[in-house]
């Protein structure tokens, strides 16, 4: 009996060797495993000092995107106001179009008329003279009012 209690209390001190040692290297491995044990405060000041500099890269790209978006409105302006110069330009080149497209078809009935009136003399032999000149200057004067319409209508 004696014997069994030496046996029993030497088979404690073994395992109580065992698991000590155990507890020792198990806590070695942890730390070449996982780093030495980190307090919470050094982790919550790690995360602060993270989150900081990632909101000032956030802060740096926002103000560049503003100044690309400032630059993007400016040029925005400038085509703005070229496109609207440029309409005026259409527009008043379209007027002179149309005043010399009209001035010119006023040109061509002149030219209609005076040949018809050079025949209409030629025919006559002069004999209505005071009557084809009174007749040519009403169609001037029909044609200027017709001229003068069509630009002011137009």
């Known amino acids: 009996m004696n014997r069994r209690k030496d046996m029993v209390a030497n088979l404690k001190s073994k395992a109580n060797q065992m698991a000590s040692t155990l507890n020792m290297s198990n806590f070695a491995n942890r730390d070449s495993l996982l780093g030495p044990e980190i307090k919470p405060a050094d982790a919550m000041n790690r995360t602060t000092a993270e989150q900081d500099e990632g909101l000032e890269k956030l802060e740096e790209t926002v103000y560049s995107t503003k100044h690309i978006a400032l630059a993007v409105n400016e040029e925005l302006d400038l085509h703005t106001r070229l496109i609207d110069n440029l309409d005026q330009h ?65």
């Open 90 to 154: 259409v527009d008043i080149t379209d007027s002179r179009l149309k005043i010399n497209f009209y001035l010119g078809f006023s040109f061509i009935v002149k030219q209609r008329v005076q040949k018809n009136l050079a025949i209409l003399n030629k025919r006559t032999k002069g004999g209505c003279s005071c009557l084809c000149l009174l007749l040519s200057v009403v169609g001037i004067v029909i044609l200027i009012v017709a001229i003068w319409l069509l630009v002011k209508y137009l």
